[in-house]
């Protein structure tokens, strides 16, 4: 079992930031798979950013440029760093684990981010 904590959602204006980290219980670079997803109002979830342990990173094209996303080992926590947030990037963001590729995947329960003037 992986357990996966998200924090630093909040409240903020259009063009600002935010940093949304994710607490994992397990040694992180173990982990094939962690990624950030978000679920907009009315919308399915879908990916916003993943890396693998190797290191190799995958954006969508909507955050390219704007957002970074991070694996810090030795905190075992997972970083977005979220710029230049935009009205639309308002949702739910969810951290997500696979331990290998053919494991289960794993979810924590949501922050909320909201970009709103």
């Known amino acids: 079992q992986v357990q996966l904590v998200e924090s630093g959602g909040g409240l903020v204006q259009p063009g600002g930031s935010l940093r949304l980290s994710c607490l994992v219980s397990?040694?992180?670079?173990?982990?094939?798979?962690t990624a950030w997803y978000r679920q907009a109002p009315g919308k399915e979830r879908e990916l916003v950013a993943g890396i693998t342990s190797g290191g190799s990173i995958n954006y969508v094209d909507f955050v390219k440029d704007r957002f970074t996303i991070s694996r810090e080992n030795a905190e075992n926590t997972v970083v977005l760093q979220m710029n230049s947030l935009k009205l639309e990037d308002t949702g739910v963001y969810y951290c997500?684990?696979?331990?290998?590729?053919?494991?289960?995947?794993?979810w924590g329960q949501g922050t909320q981010v909201t970009v709103s003037s």
């Open positions: 397990t040694s992180i670079s173990s982990l094939y798979w």
């Open positions: 997500n684990a696979r331990p290998t590729v053919i494991s289960n995947n794993y």
